[in-house]
């Protein structure tokens, strides 16, 4: 394990109001340890019929993102074009949506399973129910001409998208509305170069840019509130944050996960495990990590300290 600096001076990030949970655990040293693999060697059952439909065997194939509540695993595969919700318990596995380009780390779950997945050849969302019919899409093509990741903020009432090409975050309604432009490229207001993958925390949104290599925290004004790991990553790829405020960055160069703390300083995750091969996308349910990682499907690892 490694302790560096991120700002000036060590300190603790500014995250009143974030909703988040600064408990002992969010500072302790973080190990991750195997839990299971989903991958081309799950034998799983798909449902390609209605709910109840006739099931057959097939694999997992190329996985690109991936989500989870509790025993619902939901994940993008590249190798079939489709959105997948597979229960963990059972095997069993139903193709929510077809996906004309599915080579895209954009997807997000919420509570009661509610499903918003980057459609990229509509440039758009699009909200899904738990059985996979579409409820309504998010697109504006002057703001959001290339949607690369989703998340949504405070009670679920503001649904946030990055921009690949302007690298900004487009705030949308429930109605699908655009209620604001965060972070417009060659103004003051520029919040990122390159966004690869975006997470709430509280009424804040997490930004990682793989150009500049960090991790930063905005609230919805384009207000800096804190910068993780930005010594510490060479080649950042995916992150997820948990309820704890610690920030999980995969960097390939390094092979390694860091995880950034509340009071600004950053570890590396003890694993014996090969983990950060190929990971496009994470997540964190509970105590448990989720890493897309490509063709090697879907690796699951066990947080300790878990965070209350």
């Known amino acids: 394990m490694f302790v560096v600096c991120l700002l000036t001076s060590c300190g603790v990030a500014n995250l009143s109001g974030t909703g988040v949970a600064l408990t002992p655990a969010a500072y302790a040293p973080v190990t991750l340890t195997p839990d299971k ?29 991936v989500a989870a509540r509790g025993n619902d695993l939901f994940v993008i595969d590249v190798s079939r074009r489709a959105l997948l919700r597979v229960n963990l318990v059972s095997g ?19 509570m009661d ?9 509509n440039r758009s969302i699009r909200q899904l129910d738990w059985n996979g019919t579409t409820i309504r899409s998010y697109a504006d093509n002057a703001s959001m001409p290339a949607p690369v990741d989703v998340t949504l903020v405070g009670r679920g009432d503001k649904i946030v998208v990055a921009d690949g090409i302007f690298s900004q975050l487009v705030i949308f ?10 972070g ?26 793989s150009q500049m290599q960090e991790v930063t925290v905005f609230d919805l004004s384009g207000n800096r509130r804190a910068t993780y790991v930005e010594d510490a990553l060479r080649s950042p790829t995916a992150m997820a944050v948990d309820r704890c405020a610690r920030v999980f960055v995969a960097d390939q160069i390094a092979g390694k996960i860091y ?8 570890i590396e995750a003890l694993a014996n495990d090969n983990i950060v091969n190929h990971i496009t996308d994470m997540w964190i ?10 063709a090697d499907g879907v690796k699951v690892m066990h947080i300790e300290p878990s965070c209350p």
Do not use: F
Not at 49 to 59: C, D, N, S, T, Y
Not at 96 to 110: F, K, N
Not at 184 to 209: F, N, P, R, W
């Open 37 to 65: 693999q989903i991958g081309s060697a799950s034998l799983l059952q798909m449902q390609t019929a209605e709910v109840g439909g006739p099931l057959r065997a097939v694999q997992l194939g190329y996985v690109s993102a």
């Open 92 to 110: 069993e596995t139903r193709v929510l949506t077809s996906l004309a380009d599915a080579s895209t780390a954009g997807l997000y779950v919420t």
């Open 113 to 121: 399973l509610n499903v918003y997945v980057v459609d990229k050849s």
């Open 173 to 182: 309604n429930r109605l699908g509305g655009v209620r604001g432009v965060v």
């Open 184 to 209: 417009e490229q060659s103004t003051a207001a520029e919040i990122a170069q390159s966004i690869t993958s975006i997470a709430a925390m509280g009424q804040d949104v997490l930004v990682l840019d």
């Open 259 to 266: 995880v950034g703390l509340p009071d600004m300083t950053t």
């Open 285 to 294: 349910d509970g105590n448990l990590l989720y890493l897309a990682a490509g």
